[in-house]
């Protein structure tokens, strides 16, 4: 049981100014990442299709 106790102390209760600076970059980047990359497959680009009703053949 030393290896869970281990865990524990590892994460504060508080963490530093500077823990959370860093996870709020951390979140902001992993935001615009998912945005990023879930744009394109949420909303896929329309692609151009034939005209075929204006041009008579």
Partial sequence: ???SAQLAPEQP???TPE???REQEW???WKWEWKWM???QRQP???PQPQHR???P
């Fill in 27 to 29: 979140t902001w980047k």
């Fill in 13 to 15: 209760t508080r963490p």
């Fill in 19 to 21: 823990q959370r600076e």
């Fill in 1 to 3: 049981m030393p290896r």
């Fill in 54 to 56: 204006g041009q008579s």
């Fill in 45 to 47: 680009q329309p692609q």
């Fill in 38 to 40: 879930e744009q394109p």
